[in-house]
Nanobody
Framework: QLEESGGGMVQTGGSLTLSCTASLDTSSTYVMGWFRQGQAPGKERLFVASISWSGDRTYYATSVKGRFTISRDSAKNSVQLQMDSLKPEDTDVYYC?????????????????WGQGTQVTVSS
């Protein structure tokens, strides 16, 4: 129900744009966003960024604030993550997530729905 695209490999300081298209119940409203997870055993899935259904409110992890920008299209069924000034420590699998919400300005995201993930690799 969530499909990511746009991962890849870049050098330090480069940019990537991740996209996520949702095929969810169109009568409901959703917070959407991104998490990341390393591939080593025991690695936790960490929050990266989220955006409200209205698109007016966003929230970022401290580690990406000022470098990443989340946005969603006017039809509300897709979200993008523009990643600039990438660092090797940004290397991970990035997952799109969505939560059903009744608050169009809520940016709280836990992950009711998940994509399959897309690999982002930043070389030094």
């Amino acid at each position: 129900q969530l499909e990511e695209s746009g991962g890849g490999m870049v050098q330090t300081g480069g940019s990537l744009t991740l996209s996520c298209t949702a095929s969810l119940d169109t009568s409901s409203t959703y917070v959407m966003g991104w998490f990341r997870q390393g591939q080593a055993p025991g690695k936790e899935r960490l929050f990266v960024a989220s955006i409200s259904w209205s698109g007016d409110r966003t929230y970022y992890a401290t580690s990406v604030k000022g470098r990443f920008t989340i946005s969603r299209d006017s039809a509300k069924n897709s979200v993008q993550l523009q990643m600039d000034s990438l660092k090797p420590e940004d290397t991970d699998v990035y997952y799109c997530a969505a939560d059903k919400t009744y608050d169009v300005d809520s940016y709280y995201l836990l992950g009711d729905y998940w994509g399959q993930g897309t690999q982002v690799t930043v070389s030094s």
